[in-house]
T-cell receptor, first 114, second 113 residues
Framework: EAQVTQNPRYLITVTGKKLTVTCSQN?????MSWYRQDPGLGLRQIYY???????DKGDVPEGYKVSRKEKRNFPLILESPSPNQTSLYFC????FGTGRLGYTFGSGTRLTVV | GENVEQHPSTLSVQEGDSAVIKCTYS??????FPWYKQELGKRPQLIID?????GEKKDQRIAVTLNKTAKHFSLHITETQPEDSAVYFC????????????FGPGTSLSVIP
């Protein structure tokens, strides 16, 4: 089944404790992206990647890192999480063209930083 | 910078009535406009999209219209059903610049049985 898999689905952590949210897709998509979703603000792009070893900042990259060592994986790293990073995170992928065929989203990761 | 506005932020309709959600984009170079539906607790899913060389597109009860001159596009849902209740996001992107999709803030649609 074609899908984007995110893990974990839920995560509660403490301020400053490094964490990684994994994202993997099995559709051979070139383009992958991370979004955060907050009430009233919609989906805001954190980072995106157009292919292996090619990443760039989205609209809200501060406090996040990403890597794209393999085509299928695009982990999101929070080196020192803070409470303002409490949010719902979505990974998304598409064929090259940002969504000519539309994004496929992962099932989301709800992160709480206390 | 690029921006997508979306109205209304909330919308309640009676079952069977029509619902219309409108979006305005800022960058005239935008040429691809998808709509996503997000049911409560679930991921956004693409429901329909339109490209700038087309004025209207239909898929059963949903349709999208695009006015390039005015830089706005709309989602129309006819004969609404309770399962249409969800948050709807419009978005704009650029086929010549494969780096961004800008989302609107979302519209929460409630269909009252």
């Amino acid at each position: 089944e074609a899908q984007v898999t995110q893990n974990p689905r839920y995560l509660i952590t403490v301020t400053g404790k490094k964490l990684t949210v994994t994202c993997s897709q099995n559709m051979n998509h070139e383009y992958m992206s991370w979004y955060r979703q907050d009430p009233g603000l919609g989906l805001r792009q954190i980072y995106y990647s157009m292919n292996v070893e090619v990443t760039d900042k989205g609209d809200v990259p501060e406090g996040y890192k990403v890597s794209r060592k393999e085509k299928r994986n695009f982990p999101l790293i929070l080196e020192s999480p803070s409470p303002n990073q409490t949010s719902l995170y979505f990974c998304a992928s598409s064929f090259f063209g940002t969504g000519r065929l539309g994004y496929t989203f992962g099932s989301g990761t709800r992160l709480t930083v206390v | 910078g690029e921006n997508v506005e979306q109205h209304p932020s909330t919308l309640s309709v009676q079952e069977g009535d029509s619902a219309v959600i409108k979006c305005t984009y800022s960058d005239s170079a935008s040429n691809y406009f998808p709509w996503y539906k997000q049911e409560l607790g679930k991921r956004p899913q693409l429901i329909i999209d339109i490209r700038s060389n087309v004025g209207e597109k239909k898929d059963q009860r949903i349709a999208v219209t695009l006015n390039k001159t005015a830089k706005h596009f709309s989602l129309h849902i006819t004969e609404t059903q309770p399962e249409d209740s969800a948050v709807y996001f419009c978005a704009a992107s650029w086929e010549t610049s494969y780096d961004k999709v800008i989302f609107g803030p979302g519209t929460s649609l409630s269909v009252i049985p």
